[in-house]
């Protein structure tokens, strides 16, 4: 087995490479405005680290957000492209679920991340392996009582200290947390859900209302 991990769902972009064993070579990158132009060179870093090549991978997980819709697309398209080119399976992961799996805390608690005006994607966990709620988009003010008094893991919460006010590592997803977590189910038996993206609003870029329709004449 060789699982090709990434993630593009927050502003880290982020690869792995998995042999069934451990992460054998990995990148992180954070910035929320290159998920293109970061991702592929990323994936380039981490195979020559390996010592491998595309070719070698048997298996993509990618991880399907939440997130804002343009960074997610990239690390989706890219990881059913080399899906196709390699015919081998691509799985999805939620983000939050890798947030979760690395996260160093007994449990229960939040992870959350920046859903950006003023809101954040979350999600609870009664543990690192196990998901309670699904993931929402929410005002932080508007979750407080369903969030009190559990511990935090990820960016967005540190944005918002009064509903979260005790906040754990990691701040940004990894593909290394991703493919372990993958590894690990599929190890199991369990089949993984496809890489499907979990946008949970619509995107920014709308078709205008009541726009002028030109005929010809």
């Not at 200290?161 to 993958?182: N, Y």
Request: aromatic fraction near 6%.
């Amino acid at each position: 087995m060789l699982l090709l991990a990434l993630d593009t769902a927050t502003p880290a972009v982020t690869v792995a490479l998995h042999d069934g064993s451990d992460v054998v070579a990995s990148s992180s990158q954070v910035d929320a405005r290159r998920h293109g132009e970061l991702l592929l060179p990323a994936v380039d870093r981490v195979l020559a680290e390996a010592g491998l090549t595309l070719g070698a991978v048997t298996g993509v997980v990618v991880g399907v957000g939440p997130g804002p819709y343009t960074g997610l697309r990239v690390g989706l398209m890219t990881a059913d492209t080399f899906g196709l080119a390699l015919g081998v399976p691509v799985h999805g992961l939620c983000t939050l679920d890798g947030l979760a799996y690395a996260a160093d805390v007994p449990g229960p608690f939040v992870v959350a991340t920046d859903a950006r005006r003023k809101e954040v994607y979350w999600a609870r966990y009664a543990d690192s392996r196990t998901r309670l709620t699904e993931p929402a988009v929410d005002r932080p003010a508007d979750i407080a009582d369903e969030v009190r008094g559990l511990p935090a893991v990820g960016a967005g919460a540190l944005l918002y200290p009064d509903t979260f006010p005790k906040v754990h590592e990691p701040e940004h997803v990894s593909a290394a947390a991703l493919a372990r977590l993958a590894a690990e189910r599929l190890a199991a038996g369990e089949e993984l859900p496809a890489p499907r993206p979990l946008y949970l609003r619509r995107p920014d870029a709308q078709v205008p209302k009541n726009y002028k329709v030109v005929t010809p004449k």
